[in-house]
């Protein structure tokens, strides 16, 4: 049986587009009609998930169940998230719901150890992600080696999530904080990057970086697709 589903978005904009756009690219179809029929809640008004988790500020629960009870109300039958930060506040949304939330960092997890067989992951992520342990969890759970950024990485980090692409700075201002990070997390042994804030593979596109990676926006796509009842394209 084929399943409608439920993009709860605006955090931020572009994240949420860029998933739209994975899964309309990654789904096997043959004309308009084969896709997946998608209601999305670009719900802007959503208080910035890393700033609630470090420093207090408003809690982003009661507008991201704003945006889920729109989109129960237009039929969803299940829901994903284009923001990994947000997944630490998924618990309380799911006790909200009957609707299934998909998990962005399990989902990342799984295909981590599909992919790499043993090696070493580092977590490219938002201060407040990387605070809240959710990959962390999921990776010691599917048996993934990682590395965590340092503080002076992850301020770097920062500036190129929210003084780059969140403020739509041109790719060149941001350049050199990422290629520092990446570096210097390979030259301590990461084999590849997991770019766990939704805004870090928009930055890899823009930038044109050629690292090893994993999307999980590119995953959760896929993942959304088959719980839909879909098949995902091969693509060559």
Known sequence: ????????????PLATVDLFRQIVTLTEAACDNDHIRIYIDNNSRIPDRTAAILSGGPDPVPEMLDALRHLEACGADLVIMPCNTAHYFLPRLQAQTVLPILSM????????????????AAILATRGTLATG???????????????PT?????ALMRVIYQGVKAGEPPATYRRDLETVTAALAARGAD??????????LAVQLLGLRVPAVNPTEELAKAAIEACGYRVKKLA
């Open 1 to 12: 049986m084929k399943k409608s589903l439920g993009i709860l978005g605006g955090m931020g």
């Open 105 to 120: 960092p399990d989902i990342t997890a799984a295909a981590c150890a599909r992919r790499y067989h043993g090696k070493t």
């Open 134 to 148: 959710i990959y962390d969890r999921a990776l010691q759970q599917a048996a993934v080696p990682f590395l965590l």
């Open 151 to 155: 503080p002076a990485e992850q301020d």
């Open 192 to 201: 590849y990057f997991i770019l766990g804030c939704t805004e870090l593979p």
